[in-house]
């Protein structure tokens, strides 16, 4: 019985050992892990957040007509330049009944009027010539058939305006006539040959014959969330990317933010609005849809290092690096950041080109690639 105890003794120590053994040679097996470094070097960082938007003219006038018609001609299309006063569209008037029944008995007294004031001053015209009446009650007689010769000469003209859109001595004036108001590019014209248009008054905007810009005063309006309205303020830099135009960047400056929001989607969206530096060589045009990079913070030539290569202290919350001092060798060096851009920051203080920063964050392929 106690020679059974011994060996079963004997054999547990065996696979002890072995076991023993045999976990020390896979341990030493094992290819021991070697830490790559990376060097800072000198770099611009830049500091920004992005909005989205379009690209708009500064100032776009909607050119309207005064009367109301239907659209004879049409001068212009979109893309044409055009000055102050240049005609746009030729508008037909189709008039009111009630407005040209008017019209037309005003002229019929008028003219009633004006008969009366002929025979009078026919009449004082012979009496001052038998010299019954004195040269002022003719003068009187005189300024009255004026008068009404006067009124019956206006009652045509404003049946004329009623029935045509003009009078004799005003084409160049009249209402029917759509002429540009600013100088500036055609960007759209709503209307065409026939349509039927509103004239613009208190109770209605009316019909809009044509949009004119500046298109070499150009803005970015785009919004901007909540969580970075606190970050940005006005006369801040803005760098523009048009998807339309690739491999451009057209600067701006910040010059609006709106003081209150607007949701959208369940988002607080603040506006905002940049003045695009005016471009020679490049035409943009209007409503193109474009990101605006707004600058924060920029430091030019600066010592830099990747983000990922910055440890803080669990305690201080201080950050440092682990920095070469021989094969694999490493010693912590506590350092002073700047700015920051998400992939690279900047170091005040700490470190020099020189230095070699350990890698301790080592990605693993799988992981890298997922």
Same mark, same amino acid.
């Given at each position: 019985?106690?020679?059974?105890?011994?060996?079963?003794?004997?054999?547990?120590?065996?696979?002890?050992?072995?076991?023993?053994?045999?976990?020390?040679?896979?341990?030493?097996?094992?290819?021991?892990?070697?830490?790559?470094?990376?060097?800072?070097?000198?770099?611009?960082?830049?500091?920004?957040?992005?909005?989205?938007?379009?690209?708009?003219?500064?100032?776009?006038? =909607?050119?309207?007509?005064?009367?109301?018609?239907?659209?004879?001609?049409?001068?212009?299309?979109?893309?044409?330049?055009?000055?102050?006063?240049?005609?746009?569209?030729?508008?037909?008037?189709?008039?009111?009944?009630?407005?040209?029944?008017?019209?037309?008995?005003?002229?019929?007294?008028?003219?009633?009027?004006?008969?009366?004031?002929?025979?009078?001053?026919?009449?004082? =015209?012979?009496?001052?010539?038998?010299?019954?009446?004195?040269?002022?009650?003719?003068?009187?007689?005189?300024?009255?058939?004026?008068?009404?010769?006067?009124?019956?000469?206006?009652?045509?003209?404003?049946?004329?305006?009623?029935?045509?859109?003009?009078?004799?001595?005003?084409?160049?004036?009249?209402?029917? =006539?759509?002429?540009?108001?600013?100088?500036?590019?055609?960007?759209?014209?709503?209307?065409?040959?026939?349509?039927?248009?509103?004239?613009?008054?208190?109770?209605?905007?009316?019909?809009?014959?044509?949009?004119?810009?500046?298109?070499?005063?150009?803005?970015?309006?785009?919004?901007?969330?909540?969580?970075?309205?606190?970050?940005?303020?006005?006369?801040?830099?803005?760098?523009?990317?048009?998807?339309?135009?690739?491999?451009?960047?057209?600067?701006?400056?910040?010059?609006?933010?709106?003081?209150?929001?607007?949701?959208?989607?369940?988002?607080?969206?603040?506006?905002?609005?940049?003045?695009?530096?005016?471009?020679?060589?490049?035409?943009?045009?209007?409503?193109?849809?474009?990101?605006?990079?707004?600058?924060?913070?920029?430091?030019?030539?600066?010592?830099?290092?990747?983000?990922?290569?910055?440890?803080?202290?669990?305690?201080?919350?201080?950050?440092?690096?682990?920095?070469?001092?021989?094969?694999?060798?490493?010693?912590?060096?506590?350092?002073? =950041?700047?700015?920051?851009?998400?992939?690279?920051?900047?170091?005040?203080?700490?470190?020099?080109?020189?230095?070699?920063?350990?890698?301790?964050?080592?990605?693993?392929?799988?992981?890298?690639?997922?």
């Amino acid at each position: 019985m106690k020679k059974s105890v011994t060996i079963i003794i004997l054999l547990l120590i065996v696979l002890v050992f072995g076991g023993a053994m045999y976990y020390l040679y896979q341990k030493n097996s094992e290819d021991p892990v070697t830490y790559e470094t990376e060097q800072p070097s000198k770099m611009t960082i830049v500091k920004k957040t992005v909005a989205t938007g379009s690209i708009l003219p500064l100032e776009e006038v =909607l050119i309207k007509p005064n009367i109301s018609g239907v659209i004879e001609e049409v001068y212009v299309e979109g893309g044409d330049y055009v000055k102050t006063g240049d005609l746009l569209a030729k508008i037909k008037v189709v008039p009111n009944l009630n407005a040209l029944n008017d019209a037309r008995n005003t002229i019929d007294d008028a003219k009633i009027t004006l008969n009366d004031q002929k025979r009078n001053y026919e009449r004082q =015209l012979s009496l001052f010539n038998k010299g019954v009446i004195s040269q002022a009650d003719l003068e009187r007689a005189q300024v009255t058939y004026d008068q009404a010769k006067q009124a019956f000469s206006a009652a045509n003209k404003r049946f004329d305006i009623v029935s045509t859109g003009t009078t004799s001595g005003y084409r160049n004036a009249a209402n029917t =006539l759509i002429r540009s108001t600013v100088s500036g590019m055609v960007l759209d014209v709503p209307v065409e040959k026939g349509n039927q248009v509103i004239e613009s008054n208190n109770f209605n905007e009316g019909t809009t014959i044509a949009a004119i810009a500046d298109v070499e005063k150009m803005i970015f309006e785009g919004k901007v969330d909540e969580s970075e309205v606190g970050k940005i303020k006005e006369d801040l830099p803005l760098e523009i990317t048009v998807g339309a135009i690739e491999d451009q960047i057209f600067p701006a400056v910040l010059d609006y933010i709106a003081p209150k929001g607007e949701e959208e989607n369940g988002a607080i969206q603040f506006e905002i609005k940049g003045t695009l530096t005016k471009q020679d060589t490049t035409f943009i045009r209007a409503g193109l849809s474009a990101n605006a990079s707004i600058i924060l913070a920029r430091a030019d030539s600066v010592l830099a290092l990747k983000e990922a290569l910055v440890q803080f202290d669990t305690e201080t919350k201080k950050p440092f690096v682990e920095v070469a001092t021989g094969e694999q060798q490493f010693e912590r060096k506590e350092v002073e =950041l700047g700015i920051s851009d998400g992939i690279f920051v900047e170091v005040k203080s700490g470190l020099t080109q020189d230095d070699k920063i350990k890698v301790w964050n080592i990605v693993d392929p799988e992981e890298e690639i997922n």
